[in-house]
Structures are given as C-alpha cells and as structure tokens.
C-alpha cells in the first residue's frame, strides 16, 4: 500500500519483494533519456483503495498549495495600503516579494536534499509550519523589518515546501497519472494565487480596514495550508504503519558527486526550467502589466484583467494537458510545443499590432504546459531517492535567473527610459525576454530530439 519513500529511514525502497499496490517497478538512477510511456503497472487498479489514498494525498497536497499559492502572491493587493498607511517605498515593497526568492538562491538546495533525506511527508509538514510563522509575524509585525523577516521566514519554508509536495505526488502517482496529479494540485496553487488577486474584490470589508486584515486572512491561508500538510502527513504515518512488513532499506547518505550523475536529459530540463520560468515569472509578475499599459495602451485595470487570464487559464488547462501527457504517454514533444509558444507570444506582442488576446492565450497555453509536463519529467529522469536533491537544484537556479532577469529587464527599462512617454523605450526589455524564451525552446528541442529519440529508438530495440 505504501509508495516507495523518499527519504528518511525508509528511504530507498526500490527492491521491492511484494505485489504492492502503489509500489511499483524501478526506475533509472540517472538515466539521460525521456520515457516515451509511464511505466504500466499493475499497481494502479481503479478500484484498488491504494489509489484512493493516491487521490486523498493529492487533494490534500492540492488544499495545502491552494493557501501557499495565496500567501505568496498576497503582498500585491495590499502595495498600496502598505504605502498610503504605513509609508512604505517601492523599494520596500519590492523587497517583501524579493526577500522572498534571495536566500533560496542557495537554501533550495538544502531544502531538496533534506526532503530526501527525512522524506515527502516530515518536510511538507515541518516547512507548512514555517510558512505559518512567517505569514502571522509578516501580518502581526508593527515595522518594515518584522515582515521582511516575516516573508524571509516564508519564502524559506514555501520553495522547500513545495519540493515537498512535488516528492509527495511523485512517491503516490509513480504508477500512473503523475502528470496529471501534478497538474491538478499545482492548479489548485494557481487558484490561490489568482484568489489573492481577487481577494480586494472577495473581501472589500477587509480591504476597507487598511493593510492588516488582508494580510492576516492571508495568514489564515497558511494554517489551513498547514492543516492539509497535518492531514497528508497522518495519512502518510497511517500508510507507513500498514506496511510495517515489507522490507525497506536505509537511505542513502547524500554524495554531491550524486549531482553529476542526473544525466544530460536532466540538465537540458533545468536550462530549460531557468529561461522559461525567468520570462515566464520575471515578465508576467514584474512587467507585463505596465507594459500593456504603455506599450498597448490598455489602463490600469484592462492590463490587470489580462494579466490574471493567465492564472485563470491555468486553473483548468494545467490538470487537462497532465491527463493528456499520462494518456498519450509522451512527455518531451509536450515540453517543447509549450516552450516554443513563449517566443512566438513574445515576438506576436512585441513585433506585431495582434491582439493581446493572442499572445495572452499562447502564454496561457505555455504557463499551463511546461510545468505540467516538466515536474513529472523530472521525476522520471532521476532516482526517487533523489527527487528532491534533483528539484532543489532546479529551483536554485530557477529562483537565481527569476531575480537576474527582474534586475537586467529593470536595468535595461531604466537605461532607454521606457514608460508612457516612450513605448519604444520598451524594445530592449523585449528582446531581452524574447532571446532568453528562444533559449528555453532550444533547450526543450535538443531534450526532445536527442534524449527523446534515443528513449524511443531504446525501446524499439528492446521490442
Ligand atoms: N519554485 C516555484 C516558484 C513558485 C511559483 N509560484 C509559487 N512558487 C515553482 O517553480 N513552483 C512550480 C510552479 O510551476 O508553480
């Protein structure tokens, strides 16, 4: 009934001597190749009340995101209260969200490697409950230092945390649907995150208080996200217990050496996670609506609107296009239709007078793909004993080039002088996220065409 652990004590578990529902066949240890199918086993019955508990963990994981998701993105609907109130600078503000990605520059890293060393469901819990203390002291803090502590605290605990839940659906779905589990939970995130954006229009009353009661519904998105990780990790416990019989090996201490065994599919992944996530993150959360305002002419409100249907499209597309990836089996031809779409939106908007709904939709499509293919993809290319390692070293690299990329597009925006008096001053920030896209599609090509074909041309010799 228990799926192969993560970490921990019973972390390496893949010898396994029983039929076990959920436990399934080995993986490669770093194999560089992208698997055209996910491996078929017998494990995933749909009557099997394993797989109820498969589904129970995900919805679970899901609700824990869903408050995360909010509280990451809960310091934009309050910007401007935090300065009319409390006299807060741009600087400041931008320092609440920036403070949030700086220190998991490094600290992910760490964060993977303890995921696979204590285990999916020790972390998420123990990392929810960080995130707890750091929404209530960023909501309860009387000065500036207290919330940027407050949001250090979160961001410390969140990247980590959502590691955790990554490893958490990866040990439960390693049969089947993967994908798809995925795409759901992190859709319930991105219902979060646009909640957050709504929340001025959900809670006025809130609103109408000033900054704090915002920020402490938010907190209450923490404990509630800390009360589904509880739940996961009973439920993980109750699972383990069932299982007290089957023989389970010791974790495997941590080599770095480990690192350089991920295999060359792995590291055209995580190129491809830096760029696409750099433009992704750094254009739609920093730029895009100021642009639209300049550079398209929409006000204030209009550009926000079409900002947020990315959000809302990935609501629905993220868990269809997983179930689409399990369905058909393949995962790189996916990755790289998605990729690619980032710079034909990129060019369509800086380059032609399409409409903006046009290039909205292709991001929306991408925003919705990539991470519903590309989480599931990485679980498959390295050892379940590393997933965490191999995910916190993406993150470390991803959360790097999201802040270089806010810095150069800033620095680049500031040099041509770019706002309303000067749309053209834009062009730079445009082709800067243009090349950087264009990179990210040429990393998702070569994994599909080299690592991919191989993976199929393996398979065809072994048929
Ligand atoms: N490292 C995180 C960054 C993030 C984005 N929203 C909340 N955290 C990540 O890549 N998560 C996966 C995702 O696609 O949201």
């Known amino acids: 009934m228990r799926p192969p652990p993560m970490g921990g004590r019973v972390a390496e578990c893949r010898v396994v001597t029983a039929p076990l529902p959920l436990v399934t066949a080995p993986r490669r240890e770093s194999a560089p190749s992208v698997p055209d199918r996910p491996p078929k086993t017998p494990t995933m019955n749909d009557k099997s009340p394993s797989r109820a508990v498969a589904w129970l963990v995900c919805a679970l994981v899901a609700a824990s ?14 910007a401007d209260a935090l300065q009319r109130q409390r006299g807060f600078s741009d600087q400041q503000i931008g320092l609440l969200n920036a403070i949030y ?14 995921v696979d ?27 500036f230092a207290g919330m940027a502590a407050g949001r250090l605290l979160f961001g410390i605990g969140a990247e980590t945390f ?31 995150s646009f909640s957050s954006d709504m929340s ?28 589904g990780a509880l739940l996961y ?7 383990a217990a069932a299982d007290k019989g089957i023989a389970q090996q010791q974790a495997q201490p941590f080599v770095w050496r480990d690192l350089l065994h991920f295999g060359k599919a792995y590291w055209f992944l995580l190129a491809l996670c830096v760029l696409w996530y ?52 393949r995962y790189a031809p996916f990755l790289a239709f998605g990729a690619v779409l980032l710079p034909i939106a990129m060019a369509l908007m800086a380059l032609t007078a399409t409409s903006l709904w046009v290039s909205t939709a292709l991001i929306g499509v991408s925003f919705s793909l990539v991470p519903a293919v590309m989480w599931p993809l990485a679980s498959r290319l390295v050892s379940p004993s590393r997933f965490g390692t191999a995910i916190g070293l993406m993150w470390v690299a991803q959360n790097a080039g999201i802040a270089g990329a806010n810095l150069v597009a800033g620095w680049l925006n500031d040099r041509a002088g770019a706002g309303a008096q000067n749309p053209a001053g834009y062009e730079s920030m445009m082709l800067f996220f243009g090349l950087a896209s264009v990179g990210g599609a040429v990393f998702a090509l070569i994994l599909w065409l080299t690592a991919g074909r191989r993976a199929q041309e393996r398979a065809a010799l072994a048929a």
């Not at 990790?233 to 699972?239: F, N, Q, S």
Request: glycine share 10%; charged share 10%.
């Open 117 to 143: 060393r204590f285990g999916a469901a020790r972390m998420t819990l123990w990392t929810a409950a960080v995130c707890l203390l750091g929404a209530l002291l960023t909501a309860l803090s009387p000065g």
């Open 200 to 227: 001025p229009t959900w809670f006025p009353q809130a609103y109408a208080q000033g900054w704090q009661p915002p920020l402490l519904i938010a907190a209450a998105m923490a404990a509630a996200s800390f009360g």
């Open 278 to 329: 750099s433009v992704i993150l750094a254009f739609r959360s920093t730029f895009a609506i100021k642009y639209f305002q300049h550079a398209h002419g929409l006000d204030l409100a209009a550009a926000g609107a079409m900002n947020s249907y990315v959000f809302l499209a990935a609501v629905f597309a993220t868990p269809a296009f997983g179930w689409l990836c399990d369905r058909v089996g």
């Open 65 to 78: 995101l869903y408050g995360n998701y909010y509280v990451y993105d809960s310091i934009g609907p309050v």
């Open 101 to 114: 990605s700086l220190p998991n520059v490094v600290l992910i890293l760490v964060g993977g490697v303890l």
């Open 233 to 239: 990790w009973w439920l993980d416990r109750r699972v």
């Open 162 to 192: 959502g590691i955790a839940t990554l490893a958490a659906l990866a040990q439960y779905f390693v049969g089947g649907k993967v994908a798809f589990s995925m795409g759901l939970a992190l859709s319930i995130g991105r219902l979060g």
